[in-house]
């Protein structure tokens, strides 16, 4: 299902890529944070309801923190997401509080607006899957998804995660409390290639 590619001759852009049935991650490029910026957290709403802290503007020009990969940082591996057709930016994914002691970690993401609702979150669940499992040999992936998100948490679903849980009221976002629903995956439950 997945595996990386190195295209001989081809711009780095294309190198090293972890493949989906649809889409790919790879490192993030500096000429993908404007558009990233722009689609996913320039937007109040979209930015309110994808971070865990409060929205607020970011500077033009400046190193945003969400986006500007450090590749020092050992408990966060961010990924551009990418079309595996013509390899345009689709949006980003994330697998973040790794803790290799428990062999966990979070998984996110966030789809551009124009990318939603074509199977590509599944997609890009899976593919997070393979890394963690196959690639860091962890033991646990974890998702926290608000609960009216039923694109994320159908893309979670279908993949094998579980619900395990309501955190209620857990989320403040744009004037509300908001429910987050808890989903885990053990690796022994992990069924490659089960989109559902």
């Given at each position: 299902m997945v595996k990386g590619e190195h295209g001989v001759g081809q711009p780095t852009h294309q190198a090293e890529v972890l493949k989906g049935g649809k889409v790919g991650l790879r490192a993030?490029?500096?000429?993908?944070?404007?558009?990233?910026?722009?689609?996913?957290?320039?937007?109040?709403?979209?930015?309110?309801?994808?971070?865990?802290?409060?929205?607020?503007?970011?500077?033009?020009?400046?190193?945003?923190?969400?986006?500007?990969?450090?590749?020092?940082?050992?408990?966060?591996?961010?990924?551009?997401?990418?079309?595996?057709?013509?390899?345009?930016l689709v949006g980003t994914a994330t697998l973040w509080g790794i803790d290799n002691h428990n062999r966990s970690a979070h998984i996110g993401l966030g789809l551009l607006p124009s990318s939603r609702g074509k199977g590509y979150g599944t997609d890009v669940v899976a593919v997070l899957c393979h890394y963690g499992f196959v690639v860091r040999g962890l033991h646990r992936l974890q998702i926290e998804a608000l609960s009216d998100n039923a694109a994320m948490l159908r893309s979670a679903e279908r993949n094998g995660f579980?619900?395990?849980?309501?955190?209620?009221?857990?989320a403040w976002v744009l004037g509300e409390f908001l429910d987050l629903v808890l989903l885990g995956l053990l690796v022994q439950d992990w069924k490659p290639d089960s989109k559902g």
């Open positions: 993030r490029h500096e000429d993908d944070i404007p558009v990233l910026r722009a689609e996913l957290y320039d937007d109040v709403v979209n930015g309110s309801r994808a971070e865990g802290r409060p929205w607020r503007p970011i500077t033009p020009g400046s190193k945003d923190s969400r986006l500007v990969v450090d590749d020092k940082e050992q408990g966060l591996v961010p990924f551009s997401v990418v079309e595996l057709d013509g390899g345009t579980v619900r395990e849980g309501v955190l209620r009221s857990s």
